[in-house]
Nanobody, 114 residues
Framework: QVQVVESGGGLVEPGGSLNLSCVAS????????LGWFRQAPGKQREVVAQ???????RYSDSVKDRFTISSDDANNAVYLQMSRLKPEDTAVYYC????????WGQGTQVTVSS
């Protein structure tokens, strides 16, 4: 069983930046898709960014050109660089690894507010 832990959330002013990290307890090299999701209060969880091995990266329209997903197999990590943050980006951000499998972290809170 792979454990996934996110970090890097916090409070930031509108227009600011944050970098989220997600580290797995084991190798991530076999995962076909690595992704970041978020869930705002009263809303459903939504996909933010996905990295599909050997293919491409995908972003939701709301974060395109502001967020960047990347991975580091040597460190079993997935990152989300967030810039030009907006209040509507406020949510709990979750890392998901897989398929194969379906491994979620516990989430990290991002709050964008002045």
């Amino acid at each position: 069983q792979v454990q996934v832990v996110e970090s890097g959330g916090g409070l930031v002013e509108p227009g600011g930046s944050l970098n989220l990290s997600c580290v797995a307890s084991g190798s991530i090299a076999s995962f076909y898709i690595l992704g970041w999701f978020r869930q705002a209060p009263g809303k459903q969880r939504e996909v933010v960014a996905q990295l599909i091995r050997g293919s491409s990266t995908r972003y939701s329209d709301s974060v395109k050109d502001r967020f960047t997903i990347s991975s580091d197999d040597a460190n079993n990590a997935v990152y989300l660089q967030m810039s030009r943050l907006k209040p509507e980006d406020t949510a709990v951000y979750y890392c998901k690894m897989g398929p194969p499998g379906n491994y979620w972290g516990q989430g990290t809170q991002v709050t964008v507010s002045s």
